[in-house]
């Protein structure tokens, strides 16, 4: 078995969102912030190369700001999946997303039961040394 790797991630978002009054667009915005938190875990099923993970993440959405009215919460995104890398650089996940979010209207509340299917890609832009030569063996 693989070694659990752990990743936490914030994210700051600036916002501007068009104002809704009893579910209707008024043409209006507002400019809101919104902070991310992100706790995801992945446990190879396998020490070989290129062996599929589970994944279980929970990322929360808070929003602030003076156009906030009924409270902070944006939404909640749950992921159950599989992680499975594809070569050194590339490597998706699949699987299911609950997600709980707040409508533009502030006090009214969806849960959605998605499939969700990402891709990444992780480069490696360190440059390349050529080998320096051993200057301390006497040659």
């Known amino acids: 078995w693989g070694k659990l790797q752990i990743v936490q991630r914030a994210r700051l978002e600036q916002r501007w969102q068009e104002k809704v009054v009893n579910d209707v667009r008024t043409g209006q915005t507002r400019f809101t912030n919104r902070l991310r938190l992100l706790w995801s875990f992945n446990y190879p ?13 929970d990322e929360l959405m808070v929003q602030h700001g003076t156009e906030i009215v009924y409270n902070s919460f944006d939404q909640n995104r749950i992921f159950l999946g599989i992680r499975q890398p594809l070569s050194k650089e590339w490597s998706f996940d699949i699987g299911y997303m609950q997600v709980y979010q707040q409508r533009l209207s502030g006090n009214v509340y969806d849960l959605n039961h998605t499939m969700r299917l990402f891709f990444y890609y992780n480069a490696d832009w360190r440059k390349k040394h050529a080998p320096v030569a051993n200057l301390h063996d006497g040659n």
């Open 45 to 57: 099923l396998s020490k070989k190369p290129f062996t599929p993970a589970l994944v279980l993440a």
